[in-house]
C-alpha cells in the first residue's frame, strides 16, 4: 500500500467506524472542522489522559489548571498575537480562492526541488558507482539554477516577511509566473496579512471596546496564572504547570483531514525555571518528550527531531518532534526555551509583578519558560496512521487491525458468547457486569464470531473473551490477542487482572522513568 492510499485508507476507516465525523455533515459539513464519534472520542480521552498523567502524576514539580477560553483581550496585545499572529495571505482575482502566499511558493519551491532531484537521479543511473552527488548538485548548470532559484524564495519570503515588505512577496510570484491551481490565471490581488485569531464580543452590545478572542493557543491561560499556582500550589522553582485544552485558528489553508484545523486541541506544559537553566531543562524536555511518543511502541525510525535554525526573536532554543506521516515528515509537537519573554511582556501590560522570590537565595526575578507543545489532534491521526494495517490472514481473507497501544485502546474487551443459546449469552453478560466498573468494554452475541472479531480488530480492541459451552461447567473462557490472534484458556476470575496488567496505562508510564 502506498502512502496516499494509506492516508485516504485511514480518512475513511475513521468514518466508518466512529473515529471522525466531518462537522455538521448533514448540511454539507464545515471546512477545517470535525466531530470524534463513538471510538474517536475514547482514543482521544485516552491520548489525553497518558500526557495528563506523565505530566502531572509521574512528575512531583507539574501542577494542572483549566483555565477559560476567553481570557482579557490585553492577554493577546502583550503576547503578540494582535500584532503579530499572522500568515501573509493572497486572493485570485478569477477563482475568488484565498491562499497563503508563503505555501504557495514552498510549493512552487517543493516543485523546484523534485525537478532537481529528478536530474540527480538520471545522472545517478547513467553514471553507476562513480557517482558523486555532492560534486554533480554543485556544478551541474541545470541542478545549480534550480537550487539558487529555491533559496532565492527563501530569502525573498524571509526579508519580505521581516521587514512588512509584502509587495516584494507579490512581486515574486509574478516573476516566477505562479498560477492559481483553480483557474489556472495569474490574476493576483495584493499579499496582505490576516490575523489568525477569531474575535466574538462579550457583552450583547457591539462596542469595539469589549471585543473578545477565542485563545489561539492554551498557553497564556497558564502565564496569566503563574502567580495563582506558585502561590497557592506554594510551588518552588524549578516547577511546571499543565493544562490541555481547545485553541481556535482562523486557518485559510486547512488540510491534511484533521491534521490543520480551525478548532483543536493542545496540550501544553510550562516549565518555569531559574534564568541561565533553561537550556538544561530544554535538554531534558526534548528527550524526555520523545520518550513519551516513543514508549507507545512507534518505530523510532518515524520521528525525528527538527531543530529550528532561525528562532523567534525571544527563543534561544527550539525543536519539532516530526513524524512521518503518509505525507511526510510533519510537526507534531513543538519544544521552545521562549526565555521570560512571555511573563515579562505579561508584567509590563497589566502593571503587576510576576516574579519569583527565591528563599534560598533572597533574590526576586521573572522566570525562564521551557514550553512543551502537542496538539492533541496530531497525536490522535499519528495513532491512527501508525495503527492501521492490512494483513492476509488464514483462508486468504483480508483483515484491517488497528495495531493502538492497548492503553490507548477505545475498548479494552470485547465479551463474546459464542451462540446465542444454551445460556452463554447469560454467562457473557454476567462477566461484562463483573468488569465494567474498571474497563470500557463491549458485549454482542449478533453474527459469526470471526464477524465480531473482525469489527473489534478494525477498533483496535486488544482482547477479545469468547464465552462458549464449556465455560458454563468450567468456570474458563477463550482470550484471543488482536495482534498475534492467538487465542488461550483463562479462568473467569483471572481476567479483571490480565487485563489491567495489559490494558491499564501503569505499564505504559512506568517506561517514562
Ligand atoms: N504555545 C505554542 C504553540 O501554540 P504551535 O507550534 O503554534 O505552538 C503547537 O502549536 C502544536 O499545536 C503543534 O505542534 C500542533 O501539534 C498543534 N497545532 C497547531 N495548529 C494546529 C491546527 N491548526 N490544527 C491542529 N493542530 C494544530
Known sequence: MNNEDLF????????????????????????????????????????????????????TNILGIDAAIFMHPKTWKAS?????????????????????????????????????????????????????????????????????????????????????????????????????????????????????????????????????????????????????????GRAKIPFGIAQTGKAFRNEIVARQFIMRMKEFEQMEMQFFCKPGTELEWYAYWKEQRLKWHLALGTDKNSYRYHDHVKLAHYANAAVDIEFDFPFGFKEVEGIHSRTDFDLSKHEEFSGKKLRYFDPETNESYIPYVVETSIGLDRMFLLSLCAAY??????????????????????????????VKKDGLPELAEKIYNDLRFDFKLYIEDKDSIGKRYRRMDAIGTPFCITVDHDSITNDDVTIRHRDTMEQRRVKVSELRDILAKETGMSALLQKLV
Open 80 to 232: 503578540g498575537h494582535i500584532d503579530g499572529f499572522s500568515d501573509p495571505m493572497i486572493d485570485n482575482k478569477d477563482s475568488k480562492k484565498r491562499y497563503r502566499a508563503d505555501v504557495l511558493l514552498e510549493e512552487h519551491q517543493e516543485k523546484l526541488r523534485a525537478k532537481a532531484d529528478k536530474e540527480v537521479e538520471k545522472a545517478r543511473a547513467r553514471f553507476g558507482d562513480s557517482f558523486d552527488e555532492a560534486m554533480y548538485r554543485s556544478t551541474n548548470p541545470r541542478v545549480v539554477e534550480y537550487l539558487n532559484a529555491i533559496a532565492h524564495i527563501d530569502n525573498t519570503l524571509k526579508e519580505g516577511l521581516e521587514t512588512g515588505n509584502l509587495g516584494m512577496i507579490k512581486a515574486l510570484i509574478e516573476e516566477l509566473g505562479i498560477v492559481c491551481p483553480v483557474s489556472g490565471s495569474k490574476n493576483w490581488t495584493d499579499v496582505r496579512q490576516f490575523n489568525l485569531m477569531y474575535s466574538t464580543q462579550m457583552s450583547a452590545v457591539e462596542s469595539g471596546e469589549d471585543s473578545l478572542y477565542l485563545r489561539p493557543e492554551t498557553a497564556q491561560g497558564i502565564f496569566v496564572n503563574f502567580l495563582n499556582v506558585q502561590k497557592s
Open 8 to 59: 485516504k485508507k485511514v480518512v475513511s476507516h475513521c468514518k466508518e467506524y466512529g473515529f471522525v465525523f466531518p462537522s455538521s455533515e448533514i448540511y454539507d459539513g464545515l471546512a477545517a472542522v470535525y466531530d470524534y464519534g463513538q471510538n474517536g472520542v475514547e482514543l482521544r480521552n485516552n491520548i489525553r489522559q497518558y500526557w495528563w498523567k506523565a505530566m502531572t502524576q509521574l512528575q
Open 389 to 418: 494495517q492490512e494483513e492476509t490472514v488464514e483462508g486468504g481473507e483480508l483483515r484491517t487491525v488497528l495495531k493502538l497501544h492497548p492503553a490507548l485502546a477505545p475498548v479494552k474487551a470485547a465479551i463474546l458468547p459464542l
